[in-house]
C-alpha cells in the first residue's frame, strides 16, 4: 500500500488544519487507518487510529480536539485538528494495518505541522 499524506503547514495557536491522507495499491486488506506524529527529538506516538466500520481511539493529549475520520471509497483518511497547541508541532504521518495490526504500509514522508505562539 502506498500512502500520501498532505495537509500541513504553519498555524498560530488556537487554529485548525485538516490533514488527508489517501491510500492506494493491496488497499482491500486495510483495517486500521493511524495517524502518528514525531516532533523533534521525540519517539512517535499513535495520535488516532479508526477501523474500516468507523471505531475512533485517541491519545489522551488530542482528546476533544482532534477528529478522525475515513472515507472508504476514496481510501482516503482524515484528522481534522482543532485549537492546536505548540505542543502539537511535528511531522505527522499515517499507516494502515490489516485486522490483525499487520502493518501494510512503509512510513512515507509525512506532513509538516507548526503551531506558533
Known amino acids: 500500500v502506498q500512502l500520501q499524506a498532505s495537509g500541513g503547514g504553519l498555524v498560530q495557536v488556537g487554529g485548525s488544519l485538516r490533514l488527508s491522507c489517501s491510500a492506494s495499491g493491496s488497499i482491500s486488506s486495510i483495517y486500521f487507518m493511524n495517524w502518528y506524529r514525531q516532533a523533534p527529538g521525540k519517539q512517535r506516538e499513535l495520535v488516532a487510529t479508526?477501523?474500516?466500520?468507523?471505531?475512533?481511539n485517541y491519545a489522551d493529549s488530542v482528546k476533544g480536539r482532534f477528529t478522525i475520520s475515513r472515507d472508504n471509497a476514496e481510501n482516503t483518511v482524515y484528522l481534522q485538528m482543532n485549537s492546536l497547541k505548540p505542543e502539537d508541532t511535528a511531522d505527522y504521518y499515517c499507516?494502515?494495518?490489516?485486522?490483525?495490526?499487520?502493518?501494510?504500509?512503509?512510513w512515507g514522508q509525512g506532513t509538516q505541522v507548526t503551531v506558533s505562539s
Open positions: 499507516n494502515v494495518r490489516g485486522r490483525s495490526g499487520t502493518l501494510l504500509s512503509a
Open positions: 479508526i477501523t474500516s466500520d468507523g471505531s475512533t
